[in-house]
């Protein structure tokens, strides 16, 4: 059964990257652009699931962890997409709510599993920070998402920190470093450089 579920999750996630590449190299808005992204988001949610469902049945926590985190920026980024009222709905303010709790987890387990596993516990800190983070900031919104350009870079930062999640997870499995947090966390440094770069773009125009 682990077996089948693995191959859903390759071949959805397989979708996902195709989607995100498309998304990422056609005009931001354009047609090709918003069917990317919709192929990005249905992909990744499928993946998702299949992933989710692996890691209970293999009781991987840091797996399971890492994939809530992957799905907040995915589910966000595509909220910011479609939500052009700015309205933030109650599902949003749940969801927000329930991943700082998430991200706080990931600290606490982060710590308990340090003296077992060092890399790992550093990963799971580094990302639960950034997921109680994504939360706080959201719940700070209220009621409402930014509008006009302010929405765009927002979509753009979480949509790209979500790519970034995806591309993680094709490189841990394919390269292997020492440590192994390097695999992890070097994706997120240089995606970071370019989602600053592309937002301060935006910003400009």
Same mark, same amino acid.
């Given at each position: 059964m682990t077996t089948v579920i693995i191959g859903i999750h390759i071949v959805f996630g397989s979708i996902a990257v195709l989607g995100m590449l498309t998304a990422l190299l056609t005009k931001k808005g354009g047609l090709w652009h918003r069917r990317g992204g919709k192929a990005y988001v249905s992909g990744m949610a499928v993946a998702l699931i299949a992933s989710a469902i692996v890691s209970v049945l293999t009781k991987n926590l840091f797996l399971f962890f890492i994939g809530l985190f992957s799905a907040y920026l995915v589910y966000t980024g595509w909220r910011l997409a479609v939500a052009k009222d700015g309205v933030r709905s109650t599902t949003d303010k749940w969801i927000a709510n329930s991943i700082i709790i998430v991200g706080i987890l990931m600290g606490v387990y982060s710590i308990v599993t340090y003296s077992t596993d060092s890399s790992m516990a550093i990963t =799971?800190?580094? %990302? !639960? =920070? %950034?997921?109680?983070? %994504? !939360?706080? %900031?959201?719940? @700070? @919104? !209220?009621?409402?998402?930014?509008?006009?350009?302010?929405?765009i870079i927002l979509h753009l930062v979480r949509m790209g920190g979500a790519s970034i999640a995806t591309v993680t997870a094709v490189f841990v499995v394919n390269v292997q470093t020492e440590p192994a947090f390097i695999a992890w966390l070097l994706p997120t440094v240089i995606g970071s450089g370019l989602i600053g770069h592309w937002t301060k773009r935006v910003k400009n125009q």
């Open positions: =799971l800190a580094v %990302f !639960g =920070l %950034f997921t109680a983070c %994504f !939360g706080y %900031f959201d719940f @700070r @919104r !209220g009621d409402h998402w930014p509008k006009g350009k302010e929405r």
